[in-house]
């Protein structure tokens, strides 16, 4: 029997960028555990694809075709959903996208399209979701942050840039709707091994690099976040809300000196 503290079953679980990567892994996560998953993405080929992939409990995933960058297609996206299922008890707040470069290299073209979906989008989906919300008087809503927020890596800066803004939309809407019974909270991840980033960990100079930064001594698996997103959306985190969980194996915790030989 399921600790009723951490249950999510029958809950309606939607998921901005649930097609790939940590998204993905997600939505998997909260399917296998007896939620109605709903997962959206630009690409309808994949969406579809990844909706049968992980269609593994009694309830298949929905795939719907949204790009959250773009107002009209997330008021219809959250539409959809409550036509559908009556409500949204939990949001997932995924969508993102980066690129790695030299601050000084970056376009107006490509800092926008960085910022557009990553923060423009974020905000525009925990809107939209929010009002639904607050109509119906209970709701959590739980965003993707990075370790970029603490500690920022070179060449993605306005990823960066993103990152911390999503931190200040958790911070202002937990306050701004903490009375209808929303919660808003974060999670930040470190470095996380999933179909989008495999090929840059499988480099071995790259996994030297992660697993010496990593006082855990190993990448992160998108399962390591499940166990996170689901306490963020049950009654266990009943009077949680504005915060933001690392989940990064240490690596904001601090660092430690080189290891001596001999």
Not at 4 to 27: E, T
Not at 223 to 240: C, Q
Request: proline share 4%.
């Amino acid at each position: 029997m399921s600790d009723p503290l951490f249950d999510v079953a029958g809950q309606i679980v939607l998921v901005s960028g649930g097609s790939r990567g940590i998204g993905k892994g997600l939505a998997e996560g909260f399917a296998a555990r007896g939620a109605q998953v709903v997962i959206t993405g630009r690409d309808a080929d994949v969406l579809e694809a990844t909706a049968k992939e992980i269609s593994t409990g009694e309830k298949p995933v929905v795939p719907v075709v949204c790009d959250v960058a773009e107002g009209a297609q997330v008021k219809s996206l959250v539409e959809t959903v409550v036509e559908q299922f009556g409500r949204i008890d939990t949001l997932l707040n995924v969508a993102g996208v980066n690129q790695r470069q030299p601050v000084e290299d970056f376009t107006e073209e490509q800092f926008d399209f960085i910022l557009n979906i990553n923060l423009r989008g974020a905000f525009l989906v925990a809107q939209q979701v929010g009002r639904q919300m607050i109509a119906q008087g209970s709701g959590s809503q739980i965003n993707i942050d990075s370790l970029n927020t603490w500690s920022p890596l070179t060449d993605v800066t306005p990823y960066a840039m993103s990152k911390f803004g999503v931190v200040g939309m958790t911070r202002g809407m937990a306050i701004e709707w903490g009375r209808h019974g929303v919660r808003v909270n974060s999670i930040a991840p470190g470095f996380i091994l999933t179909d989008l980033t495999r090929k840059l960990w499988s480099q071995p100079h790259m996994q030297e690099w992660g697993f010496s930064n990593t006082p855990q001594g190993r990448l992160g698996e998108v399962e390591d976040l499940v166990g996170t997103a689901v306490f963020l959306a049950s009654p266990a985190s009943a009077f949680m809300t504005g915060q933001v969980l690392r989940v990064d194996g240490g690596i904001t915790a601090g660092t430690s000196w080189p290891i001596r030989e001999g």
